[in-house]
């Protein structure tokens, strides 16, 4: 399981990024799990996901509308399958409105380009 945190704030919320090996519905499950297991996590107000599995893409908004279609696309873009991008925001108070699509993307990009740094 990789984890960024604290990479990105606007308004007051706080992003993270984080991701692992997931092939099927179950291994997304098992890593929500794991993830919203930390109690830092585990106090979040959305954790937002993505992933290109063997029997194709799924998603999850949780609460955050939109959002696992933007993970999606950008795990399309860059071929990235087998592995979940979970999103996670910690709600700072003041609606974003469309910036929260903006801010869920690079927190994405950045996953992509650091994922192999961490590994």
Not at 49 to 67: I, V
Not at 89 to 115: N, P, Q, S, T
């Amino acid at each position: 399981m990789l984890v960024f945190e604290n990479i990105l704030t606007d308004r007051g919320s706080r992003y993270a990024v984080s991701g692992g090996p997931a092939h099927s519905r179950d291994d997304v499950r098992a890593f929500l799990k794991a993830l919203t297991g930390r109690k830092k996590f585990a106090r979040a107000t959305h954790h937002s996901w993505g992933a290109l599995l063997e029997d194709g893409p799924a998603k999850g908004d949780d609460g955050e509308g939109g959002a696992g279609s933007v993970i999606l696309k950008k795990l399309e873009g860059a071929d990235l399958r087998g592995e979940v991008v979970v999103v996670t925001r910690w709600y700072g108070g003041k609606h974003l409105g469309g910036d929260r699509f903006r801010r869920i993307a690079e927190a994405v990009e950045h996953y992509l380009a650091h994922r192999e740094d961490a590994s």
